[in-house]
Nanobody, 115 residues
Framework: QVQLVESGGALVQPGGSLRLSCEAS????????MGWYRQAPGKQRELVAA???????NYAGSVKGRFTISRDNAKNTVYLQMNALKPEDTADYYC?????????WGQGTQVTVSS
């Protein structure tokens, strides 16, 4: 049974930092395309960052230079380091694992950036 469990979401002030974690079970993160997505209230879910099995990364323009996606194969976990957070980063953040016809999502973790 595949599970993706996100953690690390919190209330943080503008300019602050958070690290989100996505711990996977039932699949091997190093052979999947792993991504972080977010959905703000009233908006569509959007890609934030992704990492391929070959370790290529891709970022949304709005987070480039502030967010970093990484993968720890030994812990079977993917991280999203978020720095210089802005109120517009407020959203539910979801982890996704995709490969061929397989596509799995976590339940999400909430990030609120507010003073």
């Amino acid at each position: 049974q595949v599970q993706l469990v996100e953690s690390g979401g919190a209330l943080v002030q503008p300019g602050g930092s958070l690290r989100l974690s996505c711990e996977a079970s039932g699949l091997d993160v190093k052979i999947y395309n792993m991504g972080w997505y977010r959905q703000a209230p009233g908006k569509q879910r959007e890609l934030v960052a992704a990492v391929t099995p070959g370790a290529s990364t891709n970022y949304a323009g709005s987070v480039k230079g502030r967010f970093t996606i990484s993968r720890d194969n030994a812990k079977n976990t993917v991280y999203l380091q978020m720095n210089a957070l802005k109120p517009e980063d407020t959203a539910d953040y979801y982890c996704r694992a995709s490969y061929s016809r397989f596509d799995f999502w976590g339940q999400g973790t909430q990030v609120t950036v507010s003073s």
